[in-house]
Structure formats: structure tokens, C-alpha cells
């Protein structure tokens, strides 16, 4: 069974600001991209000027059938270290200027001598150029539930989504399956191919790890819908909150610091309050003074 929001019409996708729609599923195989494809076919057929910027269909039969004769525009072609690699061309997708356009993997990290390290970099200058976009993810790249799947799992995932970037979504909607729905996708080959069906099935697709990952994704969408809603009533005036709550992160150069900064981010975007992280800075750690090590470990801490 699928659990989706509703579907845009012809007059929520032309005439206004640029509009992000994200599809986030539990794990890989759930039908994200598949959504995403069926929703774009709908729109094109309201006449909605649609096209497909980034879409990869693993070999999927069912999602290239679904890409069917939508337009696809040419991708970039990268030369890197002898191998050629294809990425998102966002200049070619700003000069053709489609109403809406499709961009898949959005936690991808970009070849290098791309203009952005990573794909959602790409979406937001799309989006700043007046084009609406929608795009899939998988919870496990949401940067602020990274520590916890890596727990689930124990894998640690090392392309992540900023959450902030939610946060520019005007629609999140959650793709959703039963665990033993997913585990038979996988069994019949679409989701990985044949020879690595058994690993998958008793590591990262393990009933236990799935369940859980699952819950992860519903209660993301549900902070990101309950937020979306708190500051829509806040702007009409309804109900204020007396005594708005803060969030406040206490960091090092600690390697707890991501984890606790994580978090904290996550506590705040369920109060729906705004959150801070403090650094005390003592004489001992003074400009000139710090250990080389800490003062790198402290600037890595302070950009995430």
C-alpha cells in the first residue's frame, strides 16, 4: 500500500513562485522515484510543461516504462580521470525553462569539476530560477537522522541532505510500503540485482532494520507537516505561543560534536523552535593557541 499527499493541479504548478515538492521513502525499492514519474505523466497531461533533468531508473523496467516519452533533457558529460560521468546539467535545464522539472538521488554527490558538490545545491539554483522541481530522497540522507540509522543499521551514510533543505520544500509526501511488501520487491529483482538479494535481505533490508527505518520516515514527515502548520498559524495569528521554546547545543571539537548537534536539530524541528550552537572560547584555546587537530575537528563541527 502507498501513502501519498495529494497531487498538484494545473493551477498550483503555473503563475507563482518556484514550488518544491520531495518524495521521501524508508529505503531504496519503496517506489519514490516511480511516484514522482506517475505524478509528472499527470501533470503533463493538464498540460503542465514537464521534464526529466536527472532520473535513474537502475534498470527497472517498470520506472523507464513510466519515464515513457517524456522530454529528457541531455545530461553533462564529465571527463574524471579517464572515466566519463554523467551529471545533472542545470544550465541546460535553466536555458530550456520547463514549468517543472524532475530531479532524482537528491543526496547525490556531484563529479568532481562540478559547479556544486552535491545535487541539492543544483535543485536550489534551479528553484532561484523560477522552476518548480520535485525530487526523492531516502531517510537515511536526512543529515540530522544520520546518527540514529547508523545505529539501526550500522551502516553510516556519508551523502546527507541538510534538513534546512525540507524546510524550502512547500510539499513533503511520504512514499510508503509494508515492510514485507519491500523485502518481496526485492526478492524479485526490483529493487537490487539477483546476486546481491540474499546479503541485502539479512543486513540492511533485515525486517528489523526496515520497521524501523519506516517509523524514522513517517515521523519526518509528520515533524515537517506539523511545522509547515504551527508557522502557517503563526502567521495568520492563531493561537501564538506565549513562550516560544529555544533549543540550545553546547559544542567542541569533541567527536560527540556532530551527533549532539544532530540532535539538537532534531528536538527543535519537533518543538517547531529555533535552535542555537554555542562555543566557549577559554584563553587556553585562544586564535594561535588551539592544537592544530582540535582547531580543524572545531571548523568541521562549525560548518555542519
Same mark, same amino acid.
Given at each position: 500500500m502507498e501513502?501519498?499527499?495529494?497531487i498538484? $493541479?494545473?493551477?498550483?504548478?503555473?503563475?507563482?513562485?518556484?514550488?518544491?515538492?520531495?518524495?521521501?521513502g524508508?529505503?531504496p525499492?519503496?517506489?519514490?522515484?516511480?511516484a514522482? @514519474?506517475?505524478?509528472a505523466?499527470?501533470?503533463r497531461?493538464?498540460?503542465v510543461?514537464?521534464?526529466?533533468?536527472?532520473?535513474?531508473?537502475?534498470g527497472r523496467?517498470?520506472?523507464e516504462?513510466r519515464?515513457?516519452?517524456l522530454?529528457?533533457?541531455?545530461r553533462?558529460?564529465?571527463?574524471?580521470r579517464?572515466?566519463?560521468?554523467e551529471?545533472l546539467?542545470?544550465?541546460a535545464?535553466v536555458?530550456?525553462?520547463?514549468?517543472?522539472?524532475?530531479?532524482?538521488?537528491?543526496?547525490h554527490s556531484?563529479?568532481?569539476?562540478?559547479r556544486?558538490?552535491k545535487?541539492y545545491?543544483?535543485v536550489?539554483e534551479?528553484?532561484?530560477a523560477g522552476i518548480d522541481?520535485?525530487?526523492?530522497? $531516502?531517510?537515511?540522507?536526512?543529515?540530522?537522522l544520520?546518527d540514529a540509522?547508523?545505529?539501526?543499521?550500522?551502516?553510516r551514510?556519508?551523502?546527507t541532505?541538510p534538513d534546512?533543505? @525540507?524546510?524550502?520544500?512547500n510539499?513533503?509526501?511520504?512514499?510508503?510500503?509494508?515492510v514485507?511488501? @519491500?523485502q518481496?520487491?526485492?526478492?524479485?529483482g526490483?529493487v537490487?540485482r539477483?546476486?546481491?538479494?540474499?546479503q541485502?535481505?539479512?543486513n540492511?533490508?533485515?525486517?528489523?532494520?526496515?520497521?524501523?527505518?519506516r517509523?524514522?520516515?513517517?515521523r519526518?514527515?509528520?515533524?515537517?507537516?506539523g511545522?509547515?502548520?504551527?508557522?502557517?498559524r503563526q502567521?495568520e495569528?492563531?493561537e501564538p505561543?506565549l513562550v516560544?521554546?529555544?533549543v540550545m547545543?553546547?559544542m567542541?571539537?569533541?567527536?560527540?560534536?556532530?551527533?549532539v548537534?544532530?540532535?539538537?536539530?532534531r528536538?527543535a524541528g519537533?518543538l517547531?523552535a529555533r535552535?542555537?550552537?554555542?562555543y566557549?572560547?577559554t584563553p587556553?584555546e585562544?586564535?594561535?593557541?588551539?592544537a592544530a587537530?582540535?582547531?580543524?575537528?572545531?571548523?568541521?563541527?562549525?560548518?555542519?
Amino acid at each position: 500500500m502507498e501513502v501519498r499527499g495529494r497531487i498538484w $493541479n494545473v493551477e498550483e504548478v503555473t503563475g507563482r513562485k518556484a514550488h518544491l515538492r520531495v518524495y521521501i521513502g524508508a529505503a531504496p525499492g519503496v517506489g519514490k522515484t516511480f511516484a514522482m @514519474l506517475e505524478d509528472a505523466q499527470r501533470l503533463r497531461g493538464e498540460g503542465v510543461d514537464v521534464v526529466v533533468g536527472m532520473v535513474e531508473a537502475h534498470g527497472r523496467p517498470e520506472t523507464e516504462a513510466r519515464i515513457g516519452d517524456l522530454e529528457v533533457v541531455p545530461r553533462r558529460r564529465i571527463d574524471y580521470r579517464g572515466v566519463v560521468l554523467e551529471e545533472l546539467d542545470v544550465d541546460a535545464v535553466v536555458r530550456r525553462h520547463p514549468e517543472l522539472v524532475l530531479v532524482d538521488e537528491l543526496a547525490h554527490s556531484n563529479a568532481p569539476g562540478s559547479r556544486h558538490a552535491k545535487r541539492y545545491e543544483d535543485v536550489l539554483e534551479i528553484l532561484d530560477a523560477g522552476i518548480d522541481v520535485m525530487t526523492a530522497v $531516502n531517510i537515511q540522507h536526512l543529515e540530522t537522522l544520520n546518527d540514529a540509522v547508523g545505529k539501526v543499521t550500522g551502516v553510516r551514510v556519508r551523502e546527507t541532505v541538510p534538513d534546512t533543505f @525540507l524546510e524550502r520544500a512547500n510539499e513533503v509526501v511520504n512514499v510508503d510500503v509494508t515492510v514485507g511488501e @519491500l523485502q518481496d520487491r526485492l526478492r524479485q529483482g526490483k529493487v537490487y540485482r539477483p546476486e546481491k538479494v540474499e546479503q541485502a535481505l539479512t543486513n540492511f533490508f533485515r525486517e528489523s532494520n526496515l520497521s524501523t527505518l519506516r517509523e524514522l520516515a513517517l515521523r519526518a514527515v509528520a515533524d515537517e507537516v506539523g511545522s509547515k502548520a504551527a508557522s502557517k498559524r503563526q502567521r495568520e495569528g492563531l493561537e501564538p505561543a506565549l513562550v516560544p521554546e529555544r533549543v540550545m547545543v553546547c559544542m567542541s571539537s569533541s567527536g560527540d560534536a556532530p551527533r549532539v548537534l544532530r540532535t539538537g536539530a532534531r528536538i527543535a524541528g519537533r518543538l517547531g523552535a529555533r535552535w542555537y550552537a554555542v562555543y566557549v572560547e577559554t584563553p587556553r584555546e585562544a586564535p594561535g593557541r588551539i592544537a592544530a587537530g582540535d582547531r580543524d575537528a572545531l571548523q568541521r563541527n562549525i560548518t555542519l
